[in-house]
């Protein structure tokens, strides 16, 4: 029997569950579609220009110097270890950056609420100046106007055995001689027994209720065990310092300007808005929580370190993650000053080189996306273990 | 004689409790840690704020046509005097930036005209988005009613950074919500082509999607078919710029209460009517201060178009820095373009803060 009353065709595009299939079916013949089209024109492009694609340009050496290079590196070597010499350069950069515009951060952050007029406004005035100005224009001032405008080697400015001048930092190189061995040894037996320590003030505690301070015992014993046996070995140490001479200076390790440019101007940048992170992140902490601590009998200093931080740490932790994916990458920009990073490296030399487009943009997309995830994810793990267990 | 009491009128409270000394002595001195923070503070100031005036103010150089002219040991703003046309509007030719003045008054005219109570809003909204694009496309770029025509590879300097930002901005805002609408769609495959494109375009610097704008887009179209490179950056930051706005989005639609979808559908609202008329009008008031963090990270990434080769505001300083006759000015370009951008970054997000307290229905939980 066959129901009369309603229009077939009618009903069935009435049908909410009908028309998301259709839409879904033409969304994705569209996707695929475009998809197909693109890598068609691709093929026929690469065809007629006779670009092969593929890495194998990865085995030919790329004839290129690279200025900064923690691995050895000479124009000799191939495209591939350029890649990863810049791999490492990015790597360095973004993690030294994500250190220092946390400390930037955390302590401009607690500056703003302080409760001191001038120095809350002067950390205002930090933050807001340097959140409304591009990374790029900041990186260009360190780089072009403040480094640049250093003197030249011989009148470098001195400080104990550091040199400033427009080639860079130059410090003293410690070189570490016969018997260093030991003093290895020592770091490691000194990081086991500092992790003793904790332990056992965390069991006492328990126990007893008595509190010690455990991470100020345990930096005191990191740092005297290293000494005795740097001294039982004889200080093998010896350093090489920096020496100026007319027109360079010889010895020494050198941090260049690009690289300082980029640091300071990531940190700097970063750092404005981690503090204003980290103060939303404190504010956001009831004030009650502070006055119960204090009529529980607890000093200041605790009051912050138990209570409010712990908790403030759950409201920053998600938005400090972006940031400091964010960082991350920005170090990009340090092509614009010729600090060889990734996309310098990758998408700028080699790509102009070899012309190979898909294969050096597809892969720093991929880097920058495997170094996306993995901060995420570190990220997700610390936010699982400092978030609220709730009953 | 009946005595009254008479009270002696109050001390007045000591000076220590109000007033001036008082804020300095709760504000400044209050403990031994305030006090030495005060005095670093102030040490700082004396040794940055004394050196800036003088260079900047004092012994600045105001007028001139060389580095010649800057004998006074400070700024040379004079620097700033002669390259104004080029920093404002590139190598746009000198007879026809009248263009560009034209087309900014007309939108200053316009959006000004929102205050006027009698017109129509509607109207002057469609005004603005549908007949003022044309109109200022066919002034920029001339060919028609005898304008010369002008090659966008002359677009230069702040016209260019705004042009990128404001059509970056009125560009990537539907594609956002859009893409935030899928992302939160129950349709599976919808959604997961929003949650791939946004979280492949987030994973990667701007930098990366411009050098794909300028270097292989045109792999990937069919020979012959080519189009401008000022085009092809537009797309790749309105691209990068939408995947940010949808996330912005959809952290509004998140808060939006399941009673409001529920209680749209029982009204028999379509899922459109349901979204324009209830879900996203409250979402997005819920998240500007994050729609207009988007607009400001937008406009400050736009200088990045001076690494793929396009001169922008930034490039324009950056270009001029390299002048032989002004050498030694890096400082005051950099401080110009710093100032410019400052003013239009801190004006955005006071703006913002305004909107959202004019938007403010009183449904904000204290």
Redesign the interface.
Known sequence: MSDKTTPSNNSFLNDAGNR?LI??IL??AM?VFAGYY?FS??Q???D?RGISTGFSFFNEPAGFPILIHLIEYTEANTYGRAFVVALINTFVISLLGIILATIIGVIMGLARL??????AR?ATVYI??L???????QM??WY??VL??LPAPAQSYEFADFLLNKRGIYSPNPITQDGFGLVIVGFILSIVASIGVIVWAKKRQTRTGLWFPAYWASLGVIVGITFIFLAMAGFPIEFDLPTKSRFNVTGGMVLPPEFVAVLVALSTYTGAFIAEIVRAGILSVNWGQTEAARSLGLRDSMTQRLIVLPQALRVIIPPLTSQYLNLA??S??G??IAYPEL?AVV?GTT?NQTGQ??ET?GL??LV??SL??SISVFMNWYNNKMSLIER | MAIIFKPSPSLPPPVTSVGAVAWVRQ??F?SPL?IF??FF??Y??YLLLPPVVEWALINATWEGSSKAACTAGGACWAFIGVYFDQFMYGLYPEAETWRINLAVILLVVMVGAFAIKTINKLYLSIAIIVAYPIVAYFLFAGGVFGLEVVETSLWGGLFLTVLLGVIGIVASFPLGIVLALGRRS?????KS?CVVFIE?I???????IL??AS??I??????GLNFNKLLRVLIGITLFSAAYMAEVVRGGLQAIPKGQYEAADAMGLTYWQSMILVILPQALKLVIPGIVNSF?ALF??T??V??VGMFDF?GRI?AA?HDSNWLGT??EG?AF??LI??VI??GM?RYSMALERKLETGHKRN
Do not use: H
């Open positions: 998301a839409f879904q969304l994705l996707v693109l024109n691709l026929a492009n690469l007629n302080s409760k001191n007029w001038l120095v002067l807001e100046t959140r409304n100005i591009p990374l790029l224009l260009f001032f072009f106007a640049a405008a990458k920005n990009s920009l092509a614009a996309v998408m790509l487009a898909i943009i720093c997309m920058y996306g996306s995830l | 504000n400044l209050s305030n923070l005060t503070s102030i700082i100031l129950e349709m599976p495959i919808a082509v492949t987030r994973a990667v610097p701007l930098i990366t050098f794909m270097v292989m045109p792999l990937f179209l069919p020979e400001i400050k990434d200088t990045l001076y690494i930034l950056q820095n890096t400082i950099y373009a710093a951008y400052w970054c801190f997000s």
